[in-house]
């Protein structure tokens, strides 16, 4: 079986709906580390992991801890794409010179990065950490046309980053997340994610396309969202707008969805 827009096979992503504790880089690349390892070991092609799993989004420590990339911690993801031979795509805090950015990479099995982009719809709130990325890329690879964007990147306000990675050739669309709540936040009387849903539908839609974004799960301990939650709900969107696959809601919905596009 092929995908509509390419030769290669169907392709195996595993949405690694991580826990991400903020400030705690050694832990949470330990976390990372672990989860490339079961994704290989479920033989996933590619493994989508979260948006700033190194530190946390917002998380004031990403003013010390962002490293540049490459860089050591970028390395560490990188030799565990090679150590298991898999695509890795992993949302990380970035140091250049005194600007930090809310990177996210393409690994391959090799170990070297395909491709990086920095976050280009940086909400108000974030920009006292975060500078603000003015470029867009794709890699080819022998699973398609990849391209990358960040969390906001895909609001609807902002659809013509995804909208351009399209018509640069991006068959395969992959959106590391922190998707967060308010603390009492009730899923069952105000489900989460049709913001997403629709953006992710739109572009799919338009360009034939699969579109998938990986949120974490943990409860936000820093910085200006601090006591509201990550929730998951990591999302599979394929052409034609059809869900392929949702990940659980939950503060603690740690898991490995595993899809095939």
């Given amino acids: 079986m092929t995908h509509a827009k390419g030769n290669f096979n169907m392709r195996r992503i595993a949405m690694a709906q991580m826990r991400v504790e903020g400030g705690l880089i050694d832990k949470n690349l330990c976390q990372a580390v672990n989860t490339i390892e079961a994704a290989a070991t479920n033989n996933c092609d590619i493994v989508v992991l979260p ?8 998380h004031p420590s990403a003013k010390i801890e ?7 911690t970028s390395q560490v993801i990188s030799q565990a794409a090679a150590d298991h031979h898999i695509y890795v795509v992993a949302g990380l805090t970035e140091r250049i010179d005194q600007h930090i950015y809310n990177a996210a990479i393409l690994v391959s099995p090799s170990g ?12 108000d709130i974030a920009r006292d950490i975060y500078s603000i990325g003015d470029t867009l890329s794709v890699a080819e690879t022998e699973l398609g046309t990849i391209g990358l964007n960040i969390c906001a990147d895909n609001f609807p306000s902002s659809l013509h980053f995804a909208r351009s990675l399209a018509s640069m050739g991006a068959d395969l669309l992959l959106s590391p997340c922190a998707w967060a709540v308010d603390a009492d936040h009730d899923n069952v009387k105000d489900p989460y994610g049709s913001l997403w849903l629709d953006s992710y539908g739109t572009i799919s839609k338009e ?6 974004g990986v949120s974490n799960v943990g409860n936000i301990t820093g910085g200006v969202w601090q006591g509201r939650k990550c929730i998951g709900c990591s ?3 394929g052409p034609g707008a059809k869900v392929i696959a949702q990940a659980p809601y939950g503060v603690d919905a740690e898991t490995l969805e595993i899809v095939e596009v």
């Fill in 51 to 58: 948006e700033c799993l190194d530190v946390g989004w917002t």
């Fill in 66 to 72: 962002a490293q540049p990339i490459p860089g050591p």
């Fill in 112 to 123: 070297e990065i395909l491709l990086k982009h920095r976050k280009i719809n940086v909400l």
């Fill in 207 to 212: 360009y034939d396309i699969t579109v998938i």
């Fill in 235 to 237: 999302l599979t969107v």
